[in-house]
């Protein structure tokens, strides 16, 4: 069994900043890529950012100089650094990591998602 945690959301002011957490916790043998994906209402899930286990990460253009995604990789955790926010990137944050367990399969878990609410 397999946990994803994440922490951060809320209520910010355009042009503030706010640092998504996100905790794998369970039966892992090992992490893969890791990353973070959104969804505004009415909207699909987009990417937002990843990153692998080695560090190389990519993002996608409505954020790039905005948003910086880092990880843990000691702590199983990703971060998701959100700096200028504006409106538009109200949504749902969600993680995802690809995750080998004791089951040796590797396969893709989400975290339940938390409110990201950019307003003033």
């Known amino acids: 069994q397999v946990q994803l945690v994440e922490s951060g959301g809320g209520l910010v002011q355009p042009g503030g900043s706010l640092r998504l957490s996100c905790a794998a916790s369970?039966?892992?043998?090992?992490?893969?890529?890791m990353g973070w994906y959104r969804q505004a209402p009415g909207k699909q899930r987009e990417l937002v950012a990843t990153i692998t286990s080695s560090g190389r990460s990519n993002s996608a253009d409505s954020v790039k100089g905005r948003f910086t995604i880092s990880r843990d990789n000691a702590k199983n955790t990703v971060y998701l650094q959100m700096n200028s926010l504006k409106p538009e990137d109200t949504a749902v944050y969600y993680c995802?990591?690809?995750?080998?367990?004791?089951?040796?399969?590797?396969?893709?878990?989400w975290g339940q998602g938390t409110q990201v609410t950019v307003s003033s």
């Open positions: 995802n990591a690809l995750i080998s367990t004791t089951s040796r399969i590797l396969q893709p878990y």
């Open positions: 369970g039966s892992i043998i090992s992490i893969n890529d």
